[in-house]
């Protein structure tokens, strides 16, 4: 036997790093590709495997699922989202211990971002972890601390972990429904779908402890074990009912909504139903989609309102859209009873003691009123109106007493249009199919004279579509200019070139803030100025729409606003350029010593006098729904300034609807009740988030964290809220109150009388109900009259 023979022979024998493996770990400089269907991981019980696992036409997602069962049922996937091609895609772990999806373009799809020093090697373990971990033992990354839609028994949810269902049946990316731990450390299922956002379980309609939970725990963490038994911090609990050693479990939040725990019938390889959040499913937020309703005949089904057509034939996710032009014109409109039917949430407002007439009149009031729920109050044998700005979440039940009246145009509408109805069966067969495929077939000869001519045509066009845009954009560039020019001379701010600003930002190197909207940096011009420059995130605003607001904020003007000096609308970046603030935000300096009483209670004034002006006094209606630390930033001298105000919702001060919004906006911790039960939002949403603010300010404690309270030896939990009020509320001297919540960092060195106005004032603002809540301006005012009283 020669020696190359041999080499061949050897070669063929031995594997390479990245042949068939059938192990159940991965070493460094390894890989599981795509196109070899025997590359996967399995467990060493055989319960789990990961591979590649197909997504849609030629689309591909990296997943760990059940071996067992006879449909693919997944518990963790690694590009969910963004699935990779079906050829030249692989999973590689690096000699330097990343491990990374590539594309069949080799560009980075999915990547743990880790480093080791040490040897390391990705494992599947026995409980469908999938680990990247040292020889020595030491785990650095887990697939347990990145859930996806499902929780395996002995995995935790977190606060810093959710699940998020896949948007249907076959289509794996991520859907409309959450499971998270809430700000107020309840575990809570989220609706947040394509226009709105709520949440439904549990009913928002009934206070926590009255279903059963506490929101005094802080530690936010919940776990399901192998026999079933589900345990919650906020002390929800719930049993499977074949509770037991045995059967394999799984927690998932379905593509429709539903909170499910799953046991694997392993004879017949199919999943039963243990336990779920809803056995009436119609009471699962968007299951049909704006403008629709839920109900049962004898399954689930989705039908249109009258007037309206289903948006998508497919999907009722979409829901319906109206058959008619919305008009405001009272004399046009007629109600069409709906009975036995309700719409959870976007009441207008709450109206008791109304007549069908005068319920009618309040919602022919508004121009937004869509319908209004006419519903009898039992216990003072009155009827209630609750005009809806929004119809979502709507169900008929025939043991449901509550009717609601649909606001249509007089005629024309439902002679010609039959209500739709489909039965949900939620097969949703949609694919997720991706702009690089792989060809598989070589052309025919025909076939590439084909694509030679129709590329010879396509070069043609190509060359008149030029010349016509040459003509459009010279003409357009006229036009912009002329919008800049306006702006430049009505507000004084500069337009900059994105060459410019990032020069001044060294190639936006300087990070000093992050939020929702986009990424602060600090830049310095030519001649020295120092300036905080924020590029947006997601502006796909058209460069007139961007000009619009631009304008909108160079005319409000305020010592405790943070001043804007231009912006940069070059193509596609859209950046705007600040004052820079010496001292940072509010939130960075929370914790510092130099914080003494004084500047405190400057800056507690100072940003009220920030929030009324844009609450009360400037041309629009500014709420800026996202008042927090990290927004308030100060100056040298700690002066405050309120920013990111620009970036709110713009209402027109004479509107009759201020609840323009439907989707959750703001910080957890800082948020108003009503953006969680659909109530309409106004102005007392930033009233409520600034009193957090001063009551983080005032004790040094976080609004989510836990305070003690010891008596005889006990200790119990409190959240700041709650903490507080008990102790102004408490029998002590005022003095040893305000000690005893004061921040320690003050030493005792604050103003007693200062301390209790500015602590009452805060808890006012918190009120549950936003009625009794005062104004920005009356917060001032009340502030100030103190302030002068001494």
Not at 33 to 56: M, T
Not at 103 to 117: E, L, P
Not at 368 to 383: L, P, Q, W
Not at 751 to 768: F, G, K, P, W
Request: hydrophobic share 35%.
């Amino acid at each position: 036997m020669n020696f190359p023979f041999l080499f061949l022979l050897v070669s063929l024998i031995l594997p390479s790093p990245s042949s068939s493996t059938t192990s159940d770990s991965l070493s460094q400089r390894s890989s599981l590709s795509v196109e070899k269907p025997n590359d996967v991981l399995i467990s060493s019980n055989g319960i789990f495997s990961a591979g590649f696992h197909p997504a849609g036409d030629n689309a591909y997602c990296f997943a760990v699922r059940f071996s067992k069962s006879l449909d693919p049922t997944f518990v963790w996937m690694a590009n969910r989202d963004i699935p990779v091609n079906g050829k030249g895609s692989k999973l590689s772990l690096l000699d330097t211990g990343n491990l990374i999806l590539t594309d069949a373009g080799r560009s980075n799809v999915w990547t743990t971002t880790t480093v080791s020093n040490s040897t390391a090697q990705l494992t599947l373990l026995d409980t469908g972890n999938l680990v990247l971990r040292t020889l020595e033992g030491f785990t650095f990354w887990q697939s347990f601390d990145f859930p996806t839609d499902t929780l395996l028994p002995h995995q935790p949810l977190t606060r810093n972990t959710e699940l998020i269902s896949s948007r249907s049946r076959s289509n794996y990316s991520s859907g409309f429904y959450h499971l998270f731990f809430d700000n107020d450390n309840i575990i809570r299922l989220l609706f947040d779908g394509l226009e709105i956002s709520s949440i439904y379980w549990p009913d928002p309609s009934i206070i926590s402890w009255e279903s059963g939970r506490t929101t005094y725990n802080n530690s936010r963490i919940a776990l399901l074990d192998s026999s079933g038994s589900f345990v919650s911090s906020d002390d929800l609990k719930f049993e499977a009912t074949d509770f037991g050693m045995g059967p394999k479990r799984r927690l998932t939040v379905d593509f429709d909504g539903n909170l499910r725990l799953y046991s694997l019938d392993e004879t017949r390889g199919t999943w039963d139903v243990s336990w779920q959040a809803f056995s009436l499913t119609c009471k699962i937020h968007g299951i049909c989609g704006p403008n629709s309703l839920c109900g049962y005949g004898p399954e689930r089904g989705c039908s249109c309102l009258p007037g309206y057509k289903p948006r998508n034939l497919t999907d009722w996710s979409y829901g319906c859209e109206p058959n008619f032009s919305h008009s405001c014109n009272n004399s046009t409109l007629n109600f069409v009873k709906l009975p036995n039917v309700d719409f959870y949430g976007y009441d207008i407002g709450f109206f008791p003691n109304q007549t069908l007439e005068s319920c009618r009149r309040i919602c022919l009031q508004y121009c937004n009123c869509k319908a209004f729920m006419f519903r009898v109050d039992y216990g003072s044998r009155t009827y209630n109106c609750y005009p809806k700005s929004f119809l979502l979440n709507g169900f008929h039940a025939p043991n449901f007493e509550g009717d609601v009246y649909l606001k249509l145009p007089r005629a024309g509408v439902l002679s010609n249009n039959e209500p739709a109805k489909e039965l949900l069966n939620c097969s949703g067969e949609a694919h997720v199919g991706l702009a690089r495929t792989y060809q598989k077939k070589q052309e025919s000869r025909s076939v590439k004279y084909l694509t030679w001519f129709v590329g010879v045509i396509g070069g043609v066009e190509m060359v008149c579509v030029f010349l016509v845009w040459c003509f459009l954009y010279r003409t357009n560039q006229g036009s912009s200019a002329a919008v800049q020019g306006y702006i430049v001379a009505a507000t004084g701010f500069r337009k900059y070139s994105y060459a410019e600003l990032k020069k001044a930002t060294k190639g936006f190197s300087e990070e000093i803030g992050r939020g929702g909207a986009g990424v602060v940096y600090k830049g310095v011009f030519l001649d020295g100025r120092v300036a905080a420059i924020k590029r947006l995130d997601g502006a796909n605003q058209g460069e007139g729409e961007f000009l619009a607001e631009v304008g909108t904020i160079g005319r409000i003007n305020h010592m405790n606003l943070i001043e804007m000096w231009g912006y940069c609308a070059e193509g596609k970046h859209r950046l705007l350029v600040y004052e820079y603030m010496e001292r940072g935000s509010l939130a960075e300096n929370l914790s510092s010593e130099e914080l003494d009483w004084k500047k405190r209670f400057e800056i507690a004034v100072g940003t009220a006098r920030g929030l009324a002006y844009l609450h009360e006094e400037c041309l629009e209606w500014v709420l800026h729904c996202d008042i927090k630390p990290q927004n308030i930033l100060l100056d040298a001298n700690y002066k405050p300034k309120v920013a990111d105000f620009g970036l709110s919702k713009l209402l027109n001060r004479g509107d009759l609807d201020i609840s323009g919004f439907s989707r959750i906006r703001g910080t957890r911790g800082y948020m108003a009740p009503e953006w969680l039960f659909n109530l309409p939002i106004t102005s007392k949403v930033d009233v409520y988030s600034y009193g957090i603010v001063v009551l983080e300010m005032v004790t040094g404690k976080s609004t989510t964290g836990l305070h003690v309270v010891e008596d005889g030896g006990e200790a119990e939990h409190r959240q700041l809220v709650t903490w507080v009020r008990e102790k102004m509320n408490g029998t002590a001297s005022m003095a040893s109150r305000v000690e005893e919540i004061a921040d320690q960092r003050m030493d005792n060195n604050f103003n007693v009388a200062e301390m209790e106005i500015l602590v009452r004032v805060a808890l006012q603002c918190v009120d549950e109900e936003r009625n009794a809540r005062p104004s920005m301006g009356h917060v001032v005012e009340m502030l100030l009259r103190h302030e002068n009283g001494n």
